[in-house]
C-alpha cells in the first residue's frame, strides 16, 4: 500500500481516486500480454478441448463433419477396458514410486545428512538424473536393459556368472512394466531426497538433544521427532509422484514405445495414440478430460497443503 | 600391548567406533552415488567405446584410451565413414539440426516467459489487481495439467492455422505452458524487494515501466536467474510439444530427434549413446554453472508449486 500512500502525498489530494485507477490500468496493461499467451494457449484449448469431447469428429471421414454424440465419449472412455488397464498401469507405477521411492529417498537423505566430506558435491550430484531429457533417460535405460549382453545389466550379471544367457529384460509384460517404474524411480528419488533433505534441515536440533537427555534411543528420535517432522514433505512427494504418473509419456515412448502388448501403454502414452494413432480426436478429448480431473483433484489437495496462507493475503 | 589393553583405553576405543562409523558412511554415500551415477555412467562409458569394444559380452566397462569417434562423427561428420551404412549424411545432419533447433526453442522460450513473466509478476506482486490470488492459483493449477491434456486441441488450432512443423509454434506453446510457473517464482521475488527504492526513482521523475527496468529488475536478478534456468531446462527437456507440432527432420528438437534415432537406428549403441550425452550438455551445464539458483527454483516448486 505505500507506494498509494507516497502517490497521495506526491499528487494532490482530489486526484487520488483517479491516480489510484490509472496506477491500476497501467497493472493490468503489464499482465495483459502474459493473460493473451496463457489463455490463448491454455485455457482456450482445455475449453475447446471440453467441447470436442461431447462430438465425434470423424476425422478419417471429414465429409461427414461434426456428430454430436453427449456423453457418449465420456461413457466409452469409462467403460473402455484400455483404459481400465492403462489407468492401473499409472497407478502401478505411482505405487512403485511410492511404496518404493519414498522410503528409498528418505534412507538416501539421511545418509545425506549426515556430515561427511565432500557433502554439498554430493548433494549437488542429486540433480543430475532430474536434469537429463526423459528421452535420454529412455536411451540410457534401454543401454542398460539392452537384451543381446552388451548392455549393462546383462553384462555384470554374465561378468560375475549369475545368468548364462543375456535375459530380454522388456519382453515379458509384467516385467516391462516394473522396469520402467524403476527407471522413472531413478529420475524421480533423488528429487524426493533432495525434497527430504530440505525437510530435515527445518527440524530444531534441540528437540533431538532433549530425547536424547530422556533417553530415546536412535529409533525413537527417528519415530517420533524426524518422521512427524517429514510428514508434510512424505504427503508432497506422494502427490507429485502420483501426478507424474499421469505425466509420464517421453521415458515409456523412447523406452518400450508403450509395448510389449501394450503392458507399459500408462494412460498419458494411451491418449497419445487414441489421438494421434487412431486419430479419435473425440475420444481422446473426453479422456483428456477425464484425466484433467483427476489430476486437478490431486493439485487442488497439493496446492492446499503447500500454500495455506500466501494467496489469501 | 595386547589387543584387549588397547581397546580398554576409552579413547581409542572411541576413535576406532567413530571410524568404523565413519566407514559405514562413507559405504552408505557410495551406494547412494552409485545409484544416482551408475547409469549415466554407462552411457558415457558406451558413448566412449569403439564399435568393437560395445559387441563383446560382457562388454568392456573401461574403454580406454576413450574414443570421440562417435562425437566427432555427430558433430562433424558426414556420414561415409560410418561401417554399416545405415546412417546416412541425413541422419547426422538431422541430428545437428535438431541441436540447434533445441537452442533457439529453449532461448526463445527462457526470454519468452521471462519477458512476460516479468510484467506480469511484477504487476501482481505491486497492484492490487482484481482477482489477482484467484488468476494465479488458477494458472498454476492448469500448468500442473499434463501436457498431453491439451495437446488435443492445440494440434486442431495449429494445424487450422497453417503453424504446424514450425518452431515458432513450439516456442509460443511451451512459453505459455511455463509462463504461470516463471511469473509465479517472480512474483515471490519482486514482493521481497522493498517498494522505497523504486517509489524514490519515481519521485525523481521515472515513469514505472522505467523504475521496474533499472531499479527493480538489477534487484531481481537472483530471481530472474532462477526462473531462466527453469524455463530454460523445461524447454529443453520438453517432449510432447515438440514431438507433435514438428514433423520434418529439421524442425526436430533435440529430444526427440534421439527418440527418433533410437526407433531408427538402434543398434548404434555407440552413436546413441553420444547422442544422448551431447543432448544432456546444455542443461547440465547450465545447472553446474547457476546451481544455487537452480536449487531456489526447484525448492520454489516444491514448497509454492
Known amino acids: 500500500m505505500s507506494t498509494f500512500i507516497l502517490l497521495q502525498t506526491v499528487s494532490k489530494p482530489w486526484g487520488r481516486r483517479k491516480r489510484l485507477r490509472t496506477a491500476n490500468r497501467v497493472g493490468y496493461l503489464m499482465i495483459l500480454p502474459a493473460l493473451l499467451v496463457v489463455f490463448g494457449l491454455l485455457l482456450y484449448p482445455l475449453l475447446y478441448s471440453l467441447l470436442i469431447s461431447f462430438y465425434d469428429l470423424h476425422v478419417r471421414a471429414p465429409w461427414k463433419g461434426w456428430e454430436f454424440v453427449g456423453f457418449g465419449n465420456y461413457f466409452d472412455v469409462l467403460t473402455d477396458r484400455e483404459v481400465h488397464h492403462s489407468l492401473g498401469r499409472t497407478l502401478f507405477l505411482a505405487g512403485v514410486g511410492i511404496g518404493l521411492g519414498l522410503p528409498l529417498s528418505l534412507a538416501f537423505a539421511m545418509i545425506l545428512n549426515q556430515p561427511f566430506p565432500l557433502r554439498g558435491l554430493v548433494r549437488g550430484l542429486l540433480i543430475i538424473p532430474w536434469i537429463i531429457p526423459g528421452s ?6 534401454s543401454r542398460i536393459l539392452e537384451p543381446y549382453g552388451y548392455g549393462a545389466l546383462n553384462g555384470l550379471l554374465i561378468q560375475f556368472g549369475w545368468i548364462e544367457k543375456p535375459v530380454p529384460w522388456l519382453l515379458e509384460p509384467m516385467r516391462a512394466l516394473f522396469l520402467v517404474a524403476i527407471a522413472n524411480l531413478w529420475s524421480t528419488v533423488p528429487m524426493m531426497t533432495l525434497l527430504y533433505l530440505a525437510g530435515l534441515q527445518g527440524i530444531p536440533q534441540e528437540l533431538y538433544e532433549a530425547a536424547k537427555v530422556d533417553g530415546a534411543g536412535r529409533w525413537a528420535r527417528f519415530q517420533f521427532i524426524t518422521l512427524p517432522f517429514l510428514a508434510p514433505v512424505t504427503l508432497i512427494n506422494l502427490i507429485l509422484k502420483t501426478i507424474d504418473a499421469f505425466a509420464l509419456f517421453d521415458l515409456v515412448f523412447v523406452l518400450t514405445g508403450g509395448g510389449p502388448a501394450r503392458a507399459t501403454e500408462v494412460i498419458g502414452y494411451h491418449l497419445y495414440t487414441r489421438a494421434f494413432t487412431r486419430l479419435e480426436y473425440g475420444y481422446a478429448s473426453a479422456l483428456a478430460w477425464v484425466i484433467a480431473v483427476m489430476t486437478t483433484l490431486l493439485a487442488l489437495f497439493y496446492n492446499r497443503l503447500t500454500r495455506p496462507e500466501r494467496l489469501n493475503q | 600391548m595386547s589387543n584387549r589393553r588397547f581397546f ?33 555412467l554407462w552411457l558415457v562409458i558406451s558413448s566412449v567405446s569403439t564399435s568393437k569394444d560395445l559387441l563383446q559380452v560382457p562388454p568392456r566397462w573401461l574403454p580406454f584410451p576413450p574414443s570421440l569417434e562417435y562425437y566427432q562423427a555427430l558433430l562433424f561428420g558426414s556420414g561415409a565413414t ?9 541422419t547426422l545432419r538431422a541430428f545437428r539440426y535438431s541441436l540447434r533447433n533445441s537452442f533457439i526453442v529453449a532461448v526463445g522460450v527462457t ?14 506482486a505491486r497492484f492490487p489487481l482484481r482477482g489477482n490470488a484467484l488468476l494465479i492459483y488458477l494458472l498454476l493449477m492448469v500448468q500442473m495439467l499434463p501436457a498431453v491434456v491439451l495437446i488435443v486441441p492445440l494440434f486442431m488450432t495449429m ?3 497453417g503453424l504446424l512443423d514450425r518452431l515458432f509454434t513450439v516456442v509460443i506453446l511451451l512459453t505459455a505452458y511455463h509462463l504461470p510457473f516463471v511469473m509465479w517464482i517472480l512474483r515471490s521475488y519482486f514482493q521481497s524487494i522493498p517498494k522505497d527504492l523504486e517509489e524514490a526513482a519515481m519521485v525523481d521523475g521515472c515513469n514505472r515501466l522505467r523504475a521496474l ?11 530472474l536467474f532462477a526462473a531462466g534456468v527453469y524455463a530454460f531446462m523445461q524447454s529443453w527437456n520438453a517432449f510432447l510439444i515438440p514431438l507433435v507440432f514438428t ?3 529439421t524442425m526436430r528438437t533435440v529430444t526427440v530427434a534421439i527418440a527418433m534415432f533410437v526407433g531408427r537406428h538402434y543398434t548404434e549403441y555407440g552413436l546413441m549413446s553420444a547422442a ?21 527454483s526447484l525448492t520454489a516448486g516444491a514448497t509454492k508449486g
Do not use: C, H, K, N
Not at chain 2, 579413547?11 to 568404523?20: D, E, P
Open chain 2, 8 to 40: 580398554s583405553q576409552p579413547r581409542l576405543w572411541r576413535s576406532a567406533q567413530r571410524l568404523a562409523r565413519s566407514l559405514v558412511q562413507l559405504v552408505l554415500v557410495m551406494f547412494v552415488l552409485a545409484f544416482v551415477l551408475g547409469p549415466v
Open chain 2, 159 to 161: 494445424s487450422r492455422l
Open chain 2, 111 to 124: 526470454l519468452g516467459a521471462l519477458g512476460l513473466g516479468a510484467l506480469a509478476g511484477y504487476a501482481f
Open chain 2, 276 to 296: 544422448g550425452v551431447l543432448a544432456s550438455l546444455p542443461p547440465m551445464a547450465l545447472a553446474i554453472f547457476f546451481q544455487r539458483y537452480l536449487l531456489a
Open chain 2, 247 to 249: 514433423s520434418s527432420d
Open chain 1, 136 to 141: 535420454v533417460q529412455g536411451l540410457l535405460w
Open chain 2, 213 to 223: 527496468w533499472y531499479v527493480t529488475l538489477p534487484l531481481a536478478l537472483p530471481g
Open chain 2, 82 to 90: 560410418q561401417s554399416d551404412g545405415t546412417l546416412t549424411e541425413l
